[in-house]
């Protein structure tokens, strides 16, 4: 989410220079790469670029192929096989052994329904979005970003003959919480369209504005995390001290939770080090649909606490990380920030948080179908 935000602001500053631009995105991937479907950067004719399409690799004959969009102001598809060891016919060292295909789509700011006003629309509301995207590898009508699916409405601009085939498509995608890609015909040509399942991003509370606060506060931020923070101390709870936080609350626990909003993507820390601010917030938030709840400090800190609120129960326990963090020897409080943003991050994409080197199987494993 974080690239989009950033090719959202991209945009916006390059209209204002009366810069033309073009958004560059991997619809589909045979075997490996880099970045997978999803992936987006956006070009300025001068180009500048934002957000990231494979590790570097790519970047330099995409700048090209966008410019070459841009001038002839025409959707192009274009496919980097990255499987033949002899890279320089293609003018680029990719050694990535996989065949990437990116949609090249310049952007017409008199277009009401462009890519980045349904990026834009994406990025407005913490919701749960798809974002459908048509193309084709076999013929010229390269459609693009077309829809935007949400629980209350749609907007699109995908063809009459195909809206009801996609918009269904895109309800099912939306109810499976899975994207997937589909074929559709249109004039008797293959149109294939991929179905992306968005979330938006991961909301994190910190309970706790210490100085061991700080850097755990600005990581999750540089991954584009939305960052609260809570204490009930005012001078240590300012903006001064937080600056890239979205929201710096001065509050006690039972006024915290009316303040802020909890979804399936919201994650807690509790590191306040005061122990009965966390006993009184961690009892309050087991009573929540919070997915993720962490406490700074030992186990028996954590089974105390529960003692004491008389709710020790096996679920309760398993349900709170505590202590929080993966076991990677961290001591000094930007180690620890690394230990507690990657278990977070790995609860929420479903990981198992082992090393890549020994997993068996491929380090992405796609949630992606093709039917």
């Not at 017409?108 to 407005?124: F, K, T």
């Not at 993720?292 to 008389?310: A, Q, S, V, W």
């Amino acid at each position: 989410m974080k690239e989009i935000a950033d090719i959202i602001k991209a945009y916006k500053k390059a209209t204002a220079e009366n810069k033309k631009t073009a958004l560059a995105t991997v619809v589909k991937l045979e075997g490996s790469s880099y970045r997978r479907p999803g992936a987006r950067m956006l070009v300025t004719e001068d180009g500048l670029l934002t957000g990231a399409i494979s590790g570097g690799c790519l970047e330099g004959d995409a700048l090209r192929k966008a410019r070459l969009a841009i001038v002839q102001q025409e959707n192009k598809l274009i496919t980097y096989d990255t499987t033949d060891e002899d890279d320089a016919k293609l003018g680029v060292q990719l050694g990535c052994n996989g065949i990437v295909h990116i949609l090249f789509e310049p952007i017409d700011a008199a277009d009401e329904l462009n890519p980045i006003v349904l990026l834009n629309a994406l990025a407005s509301k913490r919701e749960d979005v798809v974002l459908v995207t048509l193309f084709s590898l076999s013929g010229k009508t390269q459609p693009g970003t077309s829809m935007l699916h949400k629980s209350t409405n749609t907007l699109s601009k995908v063809h009459s003959a195909l809206f009801s085939e996609v918009v269904e498509d895109a309800a099912e995608v939306y109810e499976n919480k899975t994207s997937r890609f589909e074929i559709y015909t249109l004039e008797g040509q293959p149109i294939e369209a991929f179905l992306e399942f968005v979330r938006p991003p991961i909301s994190l509370i910190i309970a706790g504005a210490g100085n061991d606060a700080q850097p755990l506060a600005e990581m999750a931020w540089l991954l584009g995390w939305e960052v609260i923070i809570a204490d009930g101390r005012p001078a240590h709870a300012t903006v001064e001290r937080f600056p890239n936080a979205k929201t710096v609350l001065v509050v006690k626990p039972a006024q915290l939770l009316s303040q802020i909003d909890i979804d399936d993507q919201t994650a807690f820390v509790l590191m306040t080090h005061n122990y009965s601010y966390d006993m009184d917030l961690l009892n309050r938030l087991l009573l929540t649909k919070a997915r993720y709840i962490g406490t700074l400090g030992p186990k028996k800190k954590l089974i105390r606490m529960l003692d004491e609120l008389g709710i020790n129960t096996a679920a309760n326990e398993s349900r709170v990380y505590g202590p929080i963090g993966l076991d990677i020897g961290a001591e000094t409080a930007a180690e620890i920030a690394v230990s507690i943003l990657a278990e977070v991050k790995s609860v929420f994409s479903g990981a198992s948080a082992c090393f890549l080197k020994d997993k068996k199987d491929a380090i992405h494993s796609y949630s992606v179908k093709e039917n």
